[in-house]
């Protein structure tokens, strides 16, 4: 029996009319699934199995049910399937009265982002413990913003340092979001615009480029591109995994070495990532993600240790969809492959070579990081050049990398 005390609240109840199917949009199919399934997927793949609960169309609660069951039981996880109100914010409040008295922090989920990988619900369900209030996944805002009044005209520039674009699963202590819910005038947008309604504070932890919501047909046509894609690596890893299991066997364990350089942006907002955090009043580092050496070293190591390539084989420079994308995303569907080809990771090593930022600091907070995205130690270390060569002069950072992993 599971007694997680996360749950995590999936909203499926919506019409979705600007799709254009007659189906309500969860059940729209999307591969060999539906939106509703992908997005169950995900969310059972926490680490850690939460409680499930889907707030769907009253007709179809059987449809739903049936979706949801077989998925619970292989993970070992407990589910309750609610029919939905007239609104997003009737349908959250119908989940809400059917969690378990052993919840303690509640994920709400628009299944019409089925896409969100599952190393985003641990991130924010861990963020919501820890910090003990509410934590939004979001993506920072790389187009230029105007203000346009209604006959089209230009009113202004928006400074985008301060925005950032909201993504789901949004995390909630249980307490919170239930007294949120009951003190609650009007509609709002989202979960958290309703906790903020009410005085209560709300962090963001990064967001997914993956993460996107389906809403017209062009959403759902990138969605199903994506899927595809996902499938088509998985089979090719389990193929050649296959094709070489005495080779894999004999390899254990396996090493890599990874390298990655960045410099510095010339553009002064430019945020810096590194190691998977932000550190904010330092210059950003160049890139066509977020520039994170750190990230994409440990990546290239692991996928050397496992013969699958680099990491510009796997996220292509060219590709839109990876455009400010970070770290987390890679080292994500970096682990993710080498499971599907059999292995798992023993430890990585990474040192930092630059002048700053001071990771001395923040070490710890980085390692604890990395390592629960990776799901193996990490370490970390930090040095300088003694002011020779690029780093020595301050023009960008690089990574090494060393990472053990073994089959199984």
Request: aromatic share 4%; net charge negative; with cysteine.
């Amino acid at each position: 029996m599971n007694d997680s005390t996360v749950a995590v609240i999936v909203v499926a109840a919506g019409s979705g009319t600007r799709l254009g199917h007659s189906e309500p949009k969860a059940f729209v199919p999307l591969g060999d699934d539906t939106i509703l399934g992908v997005a169950l997927d995900a969310v059972l793949g926490m680490r850690d199995a939460p409680h499930v609960v889907v707030v769907a169309p009253a007709d179809r609660l059987g449809e739903a049910r049936s979706m949801v069951a077989a998925r619970a039981a292989a993970a070992s996880a407990t589910f309750d399937v609610v029919a939905g109100g007239e609104s997003r914010q009737e349908s959250v409040s119908r989940g809400l009265g059917a969690l378990p008295h052993v919840v303690e922090t509640v994920l709400v989920h628009d299944a019409a982002r089925p896409l969100t990988p599952s190393a985003v619900f641990d991130e924010v369900a861990a963020a919501v413990v820890a910090r003990g209030h509410g934590v939004v996944p979001a993506l920072a805002v790389v187009d230029t913003i105007k203000r346009v009044d209604a006959a089209g005209r230009v009113l202004g520039t928006v400074d985008r340092s301060e925005l950032a674009a909201m993504q789901t699963p949004q995390g909630f202590p249980r307490s919170a979001l239930e007294h949120a819910y009951a003190r609650a005038h009007g509609e709002h947008t989202d979960d958290a615009a309703l906790v903020e309604s009410i005085g209560m504070p709300i962090d963001v932890v990064p967001g997914d480029a993956r993460a996107f919501k389906i809403t017209v047909p062009a959403d759902l046509h990138r969605a199903e591109h994506l899927v595809a894609e996902r499938h088509g690596a998985d089979a090719a890893a389990r193929a050649a995994h296959a094709a070489a299991p005495v080779a894999a066997s004999a390899a254990v364990p396996r090493i890599g070495t990874g390298i990655d350089v960045h410099a510095f942006d010339a553009d002064a907002d430019t945020p810096l990532w590194l190691a998977g955090l932000h550190w904010p009043d330092e210059r950003g580092l160049s890139g066509h993600s977020d520039g994170d050496a750190v990230a994409h070293a440990i990546c290239d190591a692991l996928l050397a240790a496992a013969g699958l390539g680099d990491i510009g084989g796997m996220f292509g420079t060219a590709d839109p969809r990876f455009s400010g994308a970070h770290g987390e995303v890679f080292l994500a569907e970096t682990v993710r492959r080498l499971a599907d080809a059999g292995f798992r990771v023993g430890n990585v090593s990474v040192q930092v070579v630059g002048n700053r930022p001071k990771l001395a600091p923040r070490r710890a907070e980085a390692e604890a990081l990395l390592t629960r995205i990776v799901g193996a130690p990490v370490s970390v270390a930090a040095t300088t050049t003694d002011r020779l060569g690029f780093t020595g002069r301050g023009e960008g950072v690089a990574a090494i990398a060393t990472a053990l992993i073994v089959t199984g």
